[in-house]
């Protein structure tokens, strides 16, 4: 069965670092977003991206955030200086989007430390 | 903003028995789905559900949209340890927009 995938599964950085999150969503799935979960606490939405542009992005995807899709294949997320409070899981989804419904199928994430 | 009242915080229970979790918003949602999530894993979608009152199963999940659309329930028949997890309700406004999430329900399953 298809499924997101994402590199690296742990990233550990020093504040003020640039890191890249990478993430290979399903091949035929046209929506992608990047979600947060601080430890402990709920998923919390960040952007969302279709048609090579960002479609929607909360308060928490500010200036520091970026996301890009490169290829055909990669969708990736840039924090260019990261604090402390970036430490979390991030998770990329991705979802149908000619289908009539929202079921969004996320990755197993990527957990970032920031020292 | 949006936000999703998720119930019990917590729960522990014995092999075998059914349980019973639920969502509330003081918001309207139009689509409601219900993700487990593993430890240090993704969530992982079980059921969706689109239609107010809408009742949906998936194998010992049962899951209903409420008649509002301001809650939902999910239930777990014949818990098995496999279970154990966290379970998030999450809300949808539009069919292309983000979805947001509950603080989820963590289940214990007691030998």
């Known amino acids: 069965e298809p499924e997101v995938t994402q590199t690296p599964s742990h990233q550990v950085t020093q504040m003020g670092q640039e890191v890249i999150l990478r993430c290979v969503p399903i091949s035929n799935h046209l929506y992608f977003y990047w979600y947060r979960q601080i430890l402990g606490q709920k998923v919390e939405f960040l952007v969302s991206?279709?048609?090579?542009?960002?479609?929607?992005k909360s308060e928490i995807f500010d200036d520091q955030f970026s996301v890009e899709r490169p290829d055909g294949s990669n969708f990736t997320l840039k924090i260019r200086s990261t604090k402390l409070e970036d430490s979390a899981m991030y998770f990329c989804?991705?979802?149908?989007?000619?289908?009539?419904?929202?079921?969004?199928?996320f990755g197993p994430g990527t957990r970032l430390t920031v020292l | 903003g949006q936000q999703l009242n998720q119930s019990p915080q917590s729960m522990f229970i014995q092999e075998g028995e059914d349980v019973s979790m639920n969502c509330t918003s003081s918001?309207?949602?139009?689509?409601w789905l219900w993700y487990k999530q593993d430890p240090g894993e993704g969530p992982v979608l079980l059921i969706a559900?689109?239609?107010?009152?809408e009742l949906t199963s998936n194998g010992r999940l049962t899951a209903q949209f409420g008649i509002t659309r301001k809650d939902s329930f999910l239930n777990i028949s014949a818990s098995i340890p496999s279970d154990v997890g966290i379970y998030f309700c999450?809300?949808?406004?539009?069919?292309?927009?983000?979805?947001?999430f509950g603080k989820g329900t963590r289940l214990h399953i007691l030998p």
């Open positions: 918001s309207i949602f139009n689509t």
């Open positions: 989804a991705s979802r149908v989007r000619l289908a009539v419904d929202n079921e969004q199928f």
């Open positions: 999450a809300g949808g406004m539009n069919r292309d927009d983000k979805i947001i």
């Open positions: 559900l689109y239609k107010a009152g």
């Open positions: 991206f279709y048609n090579n542009e960002i479609s929607e």
